[in-house]
Each structure stands twice: as structure tokens, then as C-alpha cells.
């Protein structure tokens, strides 16, 4: 180093290498240096960030779910009976459901959208099961539940409620 | 192998362009000559001079950047500016001894040699020196460049007070050990040039 760059840098007259020369250095390694202080602050601000976002998330999703209580007729008992099954859309326009009449009487509500890739689950009134006819997936009327093929998680169930010959969807549990 | 350095000896340069046109092929900035071949007193002489960034220790064109947009590498390359930093403000094209940044104002960026850092770094010669029929450029071994050349490398210069050492050396005869270049006139030359309205060198020197 020259004697006129020394001059230069003691020119302040304090330190011989100034504060803003280390935050901004020539040498390449210096500058992908990160400092322990900085590594924590990212990894703290990372953290509360990720924190943030999954609260927002879990907020975001409760808000939506409480939409889904709405009460909303579906059809009625006859037709239901008639058929064996009716389609219907709840809780919005979007979202196709099934109401079937299982082979002991009773009657449930799913969502018709199969949980393996979307496709519309069809009622099979001799095997009293759900079945997903893109790759065979079987979901169980009574709990629907998978009980064939590629499906893993059971359908969204919807509650009825039955007022006189009137079918109410009334709430939807994911 | 011990290690490879980069050699200019001007006296060997023929003025052939090759290096402008490697140069230009290479992957990082094609299309775009990054070294200078300089033409020496065009009228008296035929001499050129291949002009590459020469490394500096001490890199003034990164000491001076307002943007910290001009590294140094561990191994000593001074690297190119980097584009997201750049601000094409030049000041490193106006503080450079040398002459090497260049401003290129349809990217609003800096550029210059960066010694092929994609090459050199992989052990290949830079473009330039590799494809010189005259060896003006070379890129080898100390010992080398000693048992086949007259003069001497030598990576020291001094221009004014300023003393600046480079990672490039050049082959100079063997009584130089610094090149030593002062300020004599800042304004041009006021040389009184013959009336030749014929002389090609003088109407090219107009232009």
C-alpha cells in the first residue's frame, strides 16, 4: 500500500480502515460475509414471518369455514327417495354435493368431489358406496371413508336436516 | 503446474485484432470487445497496444464506486461491475490509470476485462491471450515467460505520486523495474502539423 493511500485513509485521523470501508469492502469474500448478528436477525424476522403467515392462514381458513353454515334447501324427501340420491350445490354454487339414501334408511350428505383428483363421485345403490369412476376410488356411504382404491381422506360430509317432506343442508364438515 | 499470470508485451502486438475479436466471443458478454487496442502516434508509427484490465492490489476504480458495485476476488481479478449495483455514474472510467472501464450507455452499466473469470478460474487461458499469434498477450507460467523472452516482467508503475501494482505484468527490458509515467500536459498537444491536405494518418487523427 502507498504511503499517499495510507495518508488518505488516516485522513480522518481515527481509525486507519473507516466504519463505512468494512460495511462496504473491495474484497469479495468480505463482501458475502454475513456477520453472526445478521444471521439472527434474519433467522428471528424469518421466524415471525413464517409465524405470521401460519396464523393468518389458520384465521383465513376459520373465517371461511364459518360461511359454511349456512342453512340452504336442497330438494325434497320424495324426490330423494324417488331417485335413491339428488345433487346439489353447498355451501356455494361451486360446490357439488350428494344426498343419498343408504340401503338401512338412513340419509346422508357428502361433498361429490372426490379427494383424490377432483373427479364427481357417482352413488352405487347395489354396493351402497360412493365410487369415483376415474381411478376406482370406493368411499363408504355410512362414513364416507375410503374404502378403495387411490382416495386417502374421506369426503367432506354434509349435515341434513328434515322438516316435513323439506331437505336443509345446514352445515359442512371438513 | 505453479501458477499462471497474465503478460502484455507491446513490442510483440501486430495490430491484428484477434484478442478484439475473442474478446467479443466470449460467453459472458457477447458481441461486446472488452479490451482496448490502442493505437500508438498513428501518423509515425504503426505501433498498437492491446490494453486489458490490469488487476490492481489496490483497485482504485472499486475504492471510488459510490455503488460498492466492483469486487475483487480472492485470487485478484478485479471483477466487472455487477449489474445490479452498477448506477453508471463513472467514476471508475475516469479514475482508472489504465484507461480499462468503459461506460456502456445502452445498459447503463459498467463493463471491462475481468481477465475471462469464467476461464481463468476453471484454469483456461482468457480468450485474448489464447488466440494471439504474436504471444503480445500471454497467459503462462513465470518461469516460462523468462526462458522465452529478452525482457523482464515487471507489475509495477507509478503515475505521478501515485504507485500502483498489478496483478497483470508487462515484459519491459531488463534495466526498467517501474514504469514511471508523469503528468506533462493536460491540454492537447498544440503541435503544429504540416499542410498535407493528402495525409490519410492526419485526416483519420481529425476525425
Known sequence: MSTDTKNRETFAGCAKTPKWRTDFPIEWEGDHYVSRREMVKFLTLGSLLLAGANWFTAFASGMLRRGSNAQRYIGSAAKLDAAGYILFRYPTDRDPCIAVRSADGTLHAYSQVCTHLSCAVVFNGQANTLDCPCHNGVFSVQEGRPIAGPPLRPLPRVRLQQRGDQLFATALEV | ?207
Open chain 2, 1 to 207: 503446474m505453479s501458477e499462471r499470470f497474465f503478460f502484455i508485451d507491446y513490442s510483440r502486438c501486430i495490430g491484428c485484432q484477434a484478442c478484439l475479436q475473442a474478446c467479443a466471443e466470449c460467453d459472458t458478454h457477447r458481441g461486446t470487445s472488452m479490451i482496448h487496442l490502442e493505437t500508438i502516434q498513428r501518423r509515425d508509427s504503426v505501433q498498437t497496444a492491446p490494453q486489458v484490465c490490469m488487476h490492481c492490489e489496490d483497485p482504485i476504480c472499486a475504492r471510488v464506486c459510490p455503488a460498492d458495485a466492483i469486487k475483487k476476488t480472492p485470487d485478484g481479478v478485479v471483477q466487472s461491475s455487477l449489474k445490479p449495483r452498477c448506477i453508471g455514474c463513472s467514476n471508475c472510467v475516469v479514475s482508472c490509470p489504465f484507461g480499462v472501464p468503459k461506460y456502456m450507455a445502452e445498459i447503463d452499466q459498467m463493463m471491462k476485462c475481468d481477465m475471462c473469470y469464467d476461464r481463468t478460474s476453471v484454469g483456461k487461458g482468457p480468450m485474448c491471450a489464447t488466440v494471439c499469434p504474436s504471444g503480445a498477450l500471454k497467459y503462462t507460467t513465470m518461469e516460462e515467460i523468462q526462458r522465452t523472452r529478452r525482457g523482464i516482467p515487471i507489475s509495477a508503475w507509478k503515475f505521478g505520486n501515485e504507485e500502483v501494482t498489478t496483478k497483470v505484468h508487462v515484459m519491459v527490458p531488463r534495466e526498467v523495474e517501474r514504469v514511471n509515467i508523469d503528468l506533462v500536459q493536460i491540454a492537447p498537444t498544440p503541435a503544429p502539423l504540416p499542410e498535407d491536405s493528402y495525409d490519410v494518418a492526419l485526416m483519420l487523427e481529425e476525425v
